[in-house]
């Protein structure tokens, strides 16, 4: 009987800490776990603003459509890699959106550097080799795509 009385005792006093804890940090959890969800978003954006912000005030550019260029380049490595692997493979359907969503993004890319293409009015082999051209073009004007 009293070494379950002592088992009891242990168990309780070495949970009872974690028991506290959970119950004084219970209302800031949800709030940590939105935080980190929404915290690479809120970075990205505040990178963004700080390119748009003038040297001498906070005057903004006028607001466009078009993501940064660090939006981008990430969108055109991401895009890059499920265009050679993946689960777009497996369907002829969703391969294609990638493509002509990494095409949509060369195409802003290539505008933004300065970058002559012809992505528009090719198509296929003639397409894909535009596009590793307009990639090396690209690459030699300071993107980084891998």
Not at 59 to 82: F, G, N, S, Y
Not at 92 to 109: G, K, M, N
């Amino acid at each position: 009987m009293a070494i379950t009385h002592v088992v009891v005792l242990v168990t309780a006093l070495l949970c009872l800490p974690c028991a506290v804890a959970v119950v004084v940090c219970a209302d800031t959890l949800p709030l940590r776990r939105a935080w980190t969800r929404g915290g690479r978003r809120e970075t990205r954006a505040l990178r963004c603003l700080d390119r748009h912000l003038n040297g001498t005030g906070v005057a903004l550019r006028p607001p466009t459509d078009r993501p940064c260029l660090e939006e981008v380049a990430a969108d055109l490595r991401r895009l890059r890699r499920q265009r050679s692997g993946g689960p777009t493979t497996g369907s002829a359907l969703w391969l294609a959106a990638v493509v002509r969503a990494y095409d949509d993004r060369l195409l802003i890319a290539s505008e933004a550097y300065g970058v002559q293409h012809h992505l528009n009015e090719l198509e296929g082999m003639d397409r894909e080799l535009e596009r590793m051209r307009v990639e090396e073009r690209l690459r030699a004007a300071g993107l980084q795509l891998r």
